[in-house]
């Protein structure tokens, strides 16, 4: 749902599974604990022998995990949505992201076209001035909400009338 307020729009996003960042981990992990537990069922491995190659797998697991480069990028959907002119907070699971753009920030919509399939969601992608993705926010019910967030972040004046937007350039 768009809302227009006085100083930009608020809208409701739908909320997306967020991806189990620790899966590979655990399917690893899990594939060599049962390929010991086969050896060790066939009597090809030793219980202690065992038991220490699942200790090592189980530790190297959580060691993998804990090296791994981690991503800075902010994922957002779910909640609310409060575009004002460069700026914009989200509010979702009583948690709450402020963010004022830099005269360097681009903002992007992914994917391109506003057909979109079922593998990707309807994004609006906010990038650093070096290219670096800070913010990725999904969830829009319709491609239209996107394009009007990306127009108030980048200044556009949103007007309603009845059901119509319309949005006017500032230059």
């Not at 926010?137 to 108030?152: N, Y």
Request: net charge positive; with cysteine; hydrophobic share 45%.
């Amino acid at each position: 749902m768009l809302t227009v307020k006085d100083d930009g729009v608020i809208i409701t996003l739908h909320s997306h599974a967020a991806p189990y960042t620790r899966l590979g981990m655990v399917l690893v992990v899990a594939v060599i604990i049962s390929a010991i537990g086969v050896l060790m069922a066939l009597g090809w491995l030793s219980g202690l022998v065992g038991v220490a190659l699942v200790l090592m797998a189980v530790i190297g697991g959580y060691g993998w995990h804990w090296f791994t480069p981690k991503s800075d990028t902010v994922h957002l959907s779910g909640g609310q949505l409060r575009l004002t002119p460069y700026e914009f907070s989200h509010q979702a699971h009583g948690k709450v992201v402020n963010y004022r753009l830099e005269p360097s920030d681009s903002i992007r919509l992914l994917p391109k076209s506003n057909a979109t399939d079922n593998h990707t969601p309807m994004s609006l992608c906010i990038y650093r001035g070096d290219g670096k993705l800070l913010y990725q926010i999904s969830g829009f019910s319709q491609p239209k909400h996107r394009e009007v967030a990306q127009a108030v972040l980048q200044g556009t004046a949103v007007q309603a009338q009845g059901k119509a937007i319309r949005m006017q350039s500032s230059s």
